[in-house]
């Protein structure tokens, strides 16, 4: 609509719409810069998470920001992204305490032209579940101690009942010959 308006404007100037011998129409690039991300990996409370986007189209970019917000919160903050190689760009969010119930966020990229393009949105960001650091005290807990096998009666054991068994079929085996029939000895008689 902005394109047409401006267009008429330019024609009609000249006093008769449509016979102006030169017109000149800015016409803004139509197509909005195509921004892809993939999650990160869960990052660990107190370290920091790297976003990267891939933005590609549009016109020349004016800038490519990572809108990010503690989960559940009513503002968002935003962080620059900056070119890494090609059309990719990067920023890194220190995950702090206040991230302790996970981070939503989108990536947003605005053009020259002020066409933009995201990946998520305000109403529909990424969320990212926040790992919480293991502590020296926690591992420890989990380290330290003395193990104690259990106590274990030798009767409940499997082993020895599947031993025993083997034993007493065995045993039966041997009494019957091995398991060979000694009641025909194999002899033929002819007549």
Request: glycine share 10%; proline share 5%.
């Amino acid at each position: 609509m902005r394109v047409l308006l401006s267009l008429y404007l330019a024609l009609s100037i000249g006093g008769v719409p449509g016979t102006v011998s030169r017109a000149l129409a800015a016409v803004p690039d139509a197509t909005a810069p195509v921004v892809r991300h993939t999650p990160p990996a869960l990052p660990l409370l107190g370290t920091t998470m790297a976003i990267q986007a891939v933005v590609e189209g549009g016109t020349r970019l004016a800038v490519v920001r990572c809108w990010y917000r503690a989960r559940g919160a009513a503002k968002y903050d935003s962080a620059e992204m900056t070119r890494l190689s090609g059309n990719t760009f990067g920023c890194e969010l220190k995950v702090s305490e206040a991230f302790a119930k996970g981070i939503e966020y989108f990536v947003e990229a605005v053009d020259e032209s002020g066409a933009s393009g995201t990946d998520g949105t305000k109403a529909r960001p990424y969320y990212v579940t926040v790992r919480e650091r293991p502590t020296v005290e926690s591992l420890a807990l989990r380290t330290t101690g003395e193990t104690q096998k259990p106590e274990r009666s030798i009767w409940k054991n499997p082993w020895l009942w599947l031993g025993a068994a083997l034993a007493v079929a065995g045993g039966i085996a041997i009494a019957n010959g091995g398991g060979k029939d000694t009641s025909d000895t194999g002899t033929i008689v002819a007549q």
